[in-house]
């Protein structure tokens, strides 16, 4: 049982490139979360999705698209990479009983 | 607008004091209340949770807090702390039967020998 699982680790970026943060989590939950964290300013959340089929925006959406590829599965997608999306991006599962969250992918846009 | 304040930005205690972690949040309906710990470089776990009931929760690692509604607080503390509970704390507020979780901006804990 791996819980939340996240990939790549680390990631630098070219200003323009494009890539996709694959998330997967085993637990069966429905609702699945992308966040981001910059110092100081906590958690933010980019997308959401409450079930599989349906995305849903949240906080800081811009420069981001999210596809919800079957109940495990939620991948984040920079089209056009730019150096204000440097941030550590961590994916979330959740039923009741709060979020369970993946190790985190650090990325680095130059 | 649903938000979670956390006014210590850091905190220093000494080896075997206690502690109290502040956490304020803005909410029109009753919320559901979290506290997550991130260790350097790690994810976030979850200590504890308040959903509903006794308003003094207890969670791992020896850690409680107390909802209080009629200061919109959910503080964190702990009776005495342990050189491995330096960490960041987040407090959390879930909403809309959980599909939105809203985080505080974290306190950052560091523990003197």
């Known amino acids: 049982n791996a819980g939340v699982t996240q990939t790549p680790k680390f990631q630098v970026l070219k200003t323009g490139q494009s890539m996709t943060l694959q998330c997967a989590q085993d637990?069966?939950?429905?609702?699945m979360y992308w966040y981001r964290q910059d110092p100081g300013m906590g958690l933010r959340l980019i997308y959401y999705?409450?079930?599989?089929?349906?995305?849903d925006k949240g906080e800081v959406p811009n420069g981001y698209n999210v596809s919800r590829l079957n109940k495990r599965e939620f991948s984040l997608r920079l089209e056009s990479a730019a150096p204000s999306q440097t941030s550590v991006y961590f994916c979330?599962?959740?039923?009741?009983?709060?979020?369970?969250f993946g190790p985190g992918t650090r990325l680095t846009v130059l | 607008a649903q938000s979670v304040t956390q006014p210590d930005i850091h905190i220093t205690v000494s080896e075997g004091a206690s502690l109290e972690l502040r956490c304020n949040y803005s909410?029109?309906?009753?919320?559901?209340l979290f506290w997550y710990v991130q260790s350097p470089g790690q994810g976030l776990q979850l200590l504890l949770k308040?959903?509903?009931?006794?308003?003094l929760v207890q969670g791992i690692k020896g850690f409680e807090a107390e909802f209080k509604r009629s200061q919109s607080s959910f503080n964190l503390r702990k009776p005495s702390v342990h050189w491995s509970d330096a960490a960041e704390y987040f407090c959390?507020?879930?909403?809309?039967?959980?599909?939105?979780?809203?985080f505080g901006s974290g306190t950052k804990l560091n523990v003197k020998p």
């Open positions: 959390a507020v879930g909403v809309t039967n959980f599909n939105k979780f809203y």
């Open positions: 909410y029109g309906a009753t919320p559901y």
């Open positions: 979330a599962s959740s039923e009741i009983g709060g979020l369970f």
């Open positions: 637990m069966n939950h429905n609702s």
């Open positions: 999705s409450a079930s599989e089929g349906t995305t």
């Open positions: 308040y959903f509903s009931g006794d308003t």
